[in-house]
């Protein structure tokens, strides 16, 4: 989610809108205080190095953090993500949670008017989703932010229906 950040930076005026389904805009100084306790219990352990174990653990608790209904339903589902993130290094884990980003071009392109759609669930579990209506709230003019009742950082899984009714909304204005 946070490459709209990085477009702006070094390719000004590619965009002509950016939606962001539970995400953070940038990497920087926001990820202060973005993240919910549960997921700050959980970042040291993903970039952890000496406890293999513990690694994979970590990963299969981020995973289900980000359903709020887990269960046989959606095994596959849960089992797919898991296996994914295993693929990442704890190198690769640390460059994606702390690289810094310019930001700015993106806030300035918000100031000039780049539309921007926000969705997110009021039951996340992972994200502090007020901190990033908060941020965009003071740059973006053109935005629309759209919570979803029981919706969890998964939005786009667990509730498909509204998340592609809002995008098909906002890329057809």
Known sequence: ATVAADVCAHCPGYLS??????????????MNDLPKESLRKLQPRLIGTQDVEDAFK?????????????????WDVRLLWVGASN?????????ALTHEQ??????????????????SGDADQQLNNEVVNAQVDQHFNNKKVVVIKGGSHALF????GQVVEEILAFVTK
């Open 102 to 119: 310019d930001h700015e071009p993106l806030l300035a392109a918000g100031r000039e008017g780049l539309k921007l759609l926000i969705l």
């Open 58 to 74: 970590a990963r299969i608790d981020f995973v289900d953090s980000t359903i709020n209904e887990r269960n046989a339903s959606n």
């Open 87 to 95: 693929h990442m290094t704890a190198n690769d884990m640390l460059t």
């Open 17 to 30: 809108g950016v939606i962001y389904i539970c995400a953070l805009p940038y990497i920087g100084a926001i």
């Open 157 to 160: 899984y667990e509730y498909q």
